[in-house]
């Protein structure tokens, strides 16, 4: 089955994801909002509650030869959508990437043709380009109604039907509704927690042992929870870090009926986490470690000086606890001013690209020298590098 992905704000990240999770070689990137996967059936509700960064998931229904036969095909979808059920029917239509104008206009006439017919409809549009998912979900049009998902690819038009959107709703909960935050250090927002658990790539949730050695108030481990993981380790140097992750994922096990995670917390620095556990007893680590200074007049390269020498320092010791094989997914700051970037030593780790061959050399995807991804805001002093840090030894995979 074929299935368009509609992709985050990041679309490099976003392809990471869903190759971590899928397989890269299943994806072809359509352009830079969409991808298409061909791949076994996925229950598309479930499955987009563990993506954090896909915005919809669509079933490819038609490839078109041109631009009139779309409404052609868009009226059989949005007819049959209207004969299983009753009353009023909401429709819309969403072009992703170049090539389509007027889509309102389309979307009118399609409206005039379903009054012939005596089909009571309602068209849904958006200042945007195509309907975000709050307006999709708003106006159930993965639901009661429908959504048309258009794009263009190899001299053809696909057009798709939106079968989810992303729970903003529920990520916005799970955020601001947990019982212990603190903006003040800083927090991982869920969706790229999510995004960096899969990039893991753990498949066996249930037996596998993941690591946050940074895990402040425990978004990292509150969401692996929610993905499936039963075996999880935490630490960080303050003791009010502990007891917050401890809160928060015994909130998450009750407020979301999970069945029972087994979970340690250690009060110790990254550095010390070692001392802790056995050697080798780590699947793989997770974390968005100490990230520097992010308020008042920051010295930059000193602060780079201080976290390189904290990084080299705990990946050191994280050696030791990770599988052979095992991946550290982590992010490294990289401050603007100056264009700052850190290079701690890596000694039995090698930076994995996280992408594969296939996709990595679209140059509009933006990956760095050493093909990690930039996850950045325009207003931010420091932004995030995605790395994935692969432990050497007899079952690390050759690149």
Not at 104 to 129: A, F, P, Q, W, Y
């Amino acid at each position: 089955m074929k299935y368009l992905f509609a992709l985050g704000n990041n679309p490099a990240l976003s392809l990471a994801e869903l190759s971590a999770v899928f397989g890269g070689e299943k994806i072809t990137l359509i352009n830079n909002d969409l991808a298409l996967l061909d791949m076994e059936k996925i229950d598309p509700g479930k499955t987009i509650k563990t993506l954090g960064g896909t915005i919809k998931i669509a079933s490819l229904e038609k490839k078109l030869s041109d631009h009139s036969q779309i409404k052609t095909e868009a009226l059989k979808l949005i007819k049959q959508k209207a004969s299983a059920r009753e009353g009023k029917i909401k429709y819309g239509l969403s072009p992703y990437g170049k090539g389509f104008k007027n889509i309102n206009k389309l979307g009118l006439e399609i409206k005039k043709d379903l009054k012939r017919e005596n089909i009571n409809s309602r068209l849904v549009t958006s200042k945007e380009k195509n309907l975000s998912s709050v307006v999709v979900e708003t106006n159930k049009l993965a639901g009661s109604g429908i959504e048309i998902i258009l794009s263009k690819h190899q001299n053809k038009i696909l057009l798709g039907k939106t079968l989810a959107v992303q729970p903003f709703k529920e990520l916005s909960f799970r955020d601001y509704g947990r019982p212990a935050r603190d903006s003040h250090s800083g927090m991982l927002p869920p969706k790229l927690a999510q995004i960096l658990i899969n990039l893991a790539g753990l498949r066996d949730k249930k037996n596998s042992v993941l690591l946050d050695p940074f895990c402040g108030s425990g978004t990292i481990l509150t969401e692996a929870a929610l993905t499936g993981y039963k075996n999880l380790i935490g630490s960080d140097s303050s003791t009010k870090a502990i007891r917050d992750t401890e809160e928060n994922l015994n909130w998450t096990e009750k407020k979301f009926n999970l069945s029972k995670v087994n979970f340690q917390l250690f009060p110790v620095r990254a550095e010390e986490i070692a001392g802790k556990l056995k050697n080798a007893s780590v699947d793989s680590i997770v974390t968005e470690p100490y990230l520097g200074p992010q308020r008042g007049k920051i010295n930059f390269p000193e602060t780079v000086l201080e976290l390189e020498k904290l990084y080299s320092q705990s990946l050191n010791e994280l050696g030791k606890i990770l599988k052979p094989g095992g991946k550290i997914v982590m992010v490294w700051p990289i401050f603007q001013k100056g264009g700052l970037t850190l290079r701690p030593e890596l000694k039995n780790f090698k930076i994995k690209s996280a992408l594969p061959e296939n996709l990595k050399k679209n140059p509009s995807l933006n990956l760095t020298q050493r093909n990690t991804i930039i996850y950045k805001r325009p207003d931010q002093k420091v932004w995030r590098e995605i790395l994935i840090l692969q432990k050497g030894g007899e079952n690390a995979k050759k690149e």
